[in-house]
């Protein structure tokens, strides 16, 4: 992005170059799809810290220029905002389904204004507001390079293969040109065309199974443009070969590859230098964003185009993003990895020395041993007490810092040195900054702790309340253990790195007020100076939805309520006859209540976990009046219109677990200071998590249905009142005869 004052041009850009540094500097791992080749793939979450940098070959226009010559188009530039989205106007005669939406004509004036005078925007469009459009069409129209960063890859697809392309024939209607987009992915989508050769030279593959993937990889590299692993639809989603051969960052070797010039990465990192609009997640936006803060903005740093502005759709997802991609996390199966990809490339190339054996067996034993002295605990935990640790461990971690070192020395000693061998020295430098750090820093504003995970998942994001994570998941295999470190307070490092240097930023959801106003958003993220927008909604909340709260249960902090919560829902679903999501906040409760119905209900019953997220939600889509139990990765990004879906359920307001490490430690932040964490953090996040979890349901004009919250706090209590101020307009009642009432008369 281009940061305020700042003097930088377009040959400074074209001329970097990798810069030796302890600790990672590089654009590292996004890459992008341009918009000749629109495949399909799952953008990939990115680890920061661990990358190595290419040089764009392209001169980057500055981001008050567009990429391309025909952007805007004249059509874009000559009509209104009004006359683009009047009855009878330009999106109307393009599209016989369009119809006026005040709000989206609202929307896209305050985009307008914001992008033309230089601020920062936030407003909160509700579904079926047509959001994407009401901030497209200002941003071509503004001529500016801008990034466009979404929470899922659901979105990234709408605005990618639907909504530009619409805007494309609407503004170019006689073909004359095409909008420079590109739709960027995380590196591990793509194939490393060198691991693949060195594989080819020196085939070592384990099991029939890696065999069969390794010829379907080969054959497809080459007649492959992208390297998108999207395209190849037989390779299963887990294939331990691809990890082996995908083009992730921390092994790439930059401009010094044999392969640089025809590398699919270099193709998409040269593509992305001449779009005039770039699709993000916002995973990739924030790793972008906290290399090049480490880097303070080197210029070789970061792989996103300097933008005019960034436009973040599903913003309300920003603070748990940030708060991952600027922090540090160090793994044992990364320590692992080093070792196997050592081991792996020096074998090859028949320069695996006796002193390098026993410096990976030295590295592999100290790893072992300091991970296995860490505090005991299951998930995630506060590591509290590390200085007392260090006091009686230090030996195992200086212990594991020597090993790497002398891993380092070893590798530096080779008489003769591929470039890989350089990565790894990086490699090692850089877990032992990381580790240090993690051990030993009095950092106030960062958080340090633990999570124990089965093999190959991710840390889980603390964001999702109360024991979500599947008890059924990580069990078996290897349990990797993960030394992490969060910052408290995002805020002064968004407003440093993001919000002062960026002209322009518009943050948009469907659920980012509280109460009616964004005071707790621009708190958690550091905004000022920002312009707020509420939109009206354009759906009838009275007519379509009614929101029953049953008085009569017990607290569902009590263990009577499982039985009566279950009672209950089982009438309701049998008003509804089926046709509900019923969404939890724990796995434990999911399953009690699961299983309390089973064989009770009438209806099919779906669980989560016991089929992939996508093919569950197909059952639900196609298996007349089905209940899916779920938690919270449901709650949002899931879209199913029509009466299949005329009931959502939630067991209780979704505070997140106060035990959390990252919760905890914001808590007591914001209490230290002053202030009333409980009001100021945990309600109005709770808040927005229900409006996330409610909006499942109403979709579309013509949705109708119920919504139910066993929890009665939210009338009992004095905060349920903040619950209520910050749901739409719905219908309320506490009379199941209603709910009967609702459903007799709503027709088919
Ligand atoms: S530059 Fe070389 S090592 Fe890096 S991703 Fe491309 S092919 Fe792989």
Redesign the pocket.
């Known amino acids: 992005m281009k940061r305020k004052g700042d003097t930088s041009n377009a040959i400074q850009h074209a001329n970097f170059s990798i810069r030796p540094t302890s600790v990672s500097v590089a654009w590292g791992s996004v890459d992008c799809t341009a918009i000749k080749s629109r495949a399909v793939a799952e953008p990939a979450i990115i680890e920061m810290g661990r990358t190595?940098a290419?040089a764009p070959t392209q001169i980057v226009p500055p981001p008050s220029q567009p990429a391309s010559s025909n952007f805007p188009s004249t059509r874009a530039r000559e009509a209104s905002l009004y006359k683009f989205f009047a009855p009878g106007g330009v999106l109307s005669k393009a599209h016989p389904a369009y119809e006026f939406r005040r709000g989206q004509l609202q929307m896209a004036q305050a985009v307008e204004e914001a992008l033309e005078q230089k601020r920062h925007l936030i407003v909160e469009a509700g579904t079926g507001t047509g959001k994407t459009l009401a901030y497209l069409v200002p941003v071509i129209r503004s001529g500016k390079r801008v990034v466009i960063s979404t929470g899922t890859k659901n979105l990234q697809e709408q605005l990618f293969y639907k909504d530009i392309p619409f805007l494309e024939q609407t503004l170019y209607p006689n073909g004359e040109g095409m909008l420079n987009v590109c739709y960027m992915k995380g590196?591990n989508n793509?194939l490393?065309?060198?691991?693949l050769y060195d594989l080819t030279d020196q085939p070592v593959l384990s099991g029939l199974e890696e065999i069969e993937h390794y010829r379907a990889i080969a054959a497809w590299e080459r007649t492959t443009h992208t390297g998108d692993r999207a395209e190849l639809a037989t390779l299963p989603e887990a294939s331990a070969l691809w990890h082996k051969l995908d083009?992730r960052s921390e092994?790439?070797?930059?401009?010094k590859?044999?392969?640089?010039e025809?590398?699919?990465?270099?193709e998409m990192h040269r593509r992305a230098q001449e779009s005039d609009i770039i699709i993000v997640n916002h995973h990739l936006f924030f790793a972008d964003l906290a290399i090049k803060q480490a880097s303070e903005y080197a210029p070789d740093a970061g792989i996103l185009p300097e933008v005019g502005a960034v436009i973040f759709d599903e913003a309300h997802e920003l603070e748990d993003v940030a708060g991952s991609y600027f922090g540090v996390s160090v793994s044992n199966s990364r320590l692992e990895e080093l070792a196997r990809d050592v081991e792996a490339s020096l074998t090859r190339n028949h320069m695996l020395s006796a002193s390098v054996v026993g410096a990976l067996r030295s590295l592999r034993e100290r790893s072992q041993l300091f991970f296995s002295v860490l505090p005991s605990g299951e998930g995630r935990f506060a590591f509290e007490n590390r200085r007392e640790f260090m006091e009686e461990n230090g030996y195992e971690f200086i212990a594991l810092q020597q090993s790497l070192q002398r891993l380092g020395s070893e590798l530096q000693n080779l008489p003769s040195k591929s470039e890989e061998v350089f990565t790894f020295c990086r490699r090692a430098q850089e877990l032992q900054v990381q580790l240090g750090f993690l051990m030993e820093s009095e950092d106030h504003n960062t958080v340090f702790w633990i999570e124990r995970r089965g093999r190959g998942l991710s840390p889980r994001r603390h964001r999702e309340t109360e024991s979500t994570q599947d008890p059924r998941s990580g069990m078996g295999g290897r349990q990797s253990v993960y030394l992490q470190a969060t910052p408290i307070d995002v805020a002064p490092i968004l407003q440093r790195t993001l919000f002062e240097p960026l002209e322009t930023a518009v943050l948009t959801s469907a659920t980012l007020a509280v109460g009616g106003g964004f005071e707790y958003i621009r708190r958690r993220l550091g905004l000022e100076h920002v312009r707020e927008v509420v939109l009206p909604s354009h759906f009838d909340y009275q007519k379509q939805a009614l929101f029953y709260v049953p008085p009569d249960l017990p607290d569902p902090r009590t263990p009577q309520f499982a039985a009566k919560a279950a009672d209950r829902i089982r009438r309701i679903l049998e008003i509804t006859r089926g046709r509900a999501f019923v969404l939890f906040t724990s796995y434990a409760q999911m399953n009690e209540i699961y299983h309390r119905l089973l064989g009770e209900l009438e209806f099919p019953m779906l669980l989560q976990g016991d089929a992939p997220k996508s093919a569950l939600l197909e059952e639900f889509r196609l298996t007349p009046h089905a209940v899916l139990f779920a938690t919270s990765s449901f709650w949002q990004g899931v879209d199913v219109q029509g009466q299949q879906l005329s009931c959502v359920i939630i067991d209780r307001l979704p505070f997140a677990v106060p035990s959390d490490p990252v919760v905890a430690a914001r808590v007591k932040s914001i209490d230290a200071e002053g202030g009333n964490a409980f009001f100021q953090y945990q309600v109005p996040a709770a808040v927005i998590t229900l409006k996330q979890g409610f909006g499942r349901l109403i979709r579309s004009l013509h949705d109708r249905g119920l919504l139910t919250l066993l929890d009665n706090r939210i009338l009992k209590k004095a905060y349920g009142r903040t619950f209520v101020e910050s749901l739409p307009a719905y219908r309320r009642t506490i009379d199941i005869r209603e709910v009967e009432n609702f459903f007799g008369s709503q027709s088919g």
Do not use: P, V
């Open positions: 190595k290419f590196r793509y490393c065309k060198k691991k083009a092994t790439c070797l930059g401009q590859c044999s392969a640089f025809t590398c699919f990465i270099t």
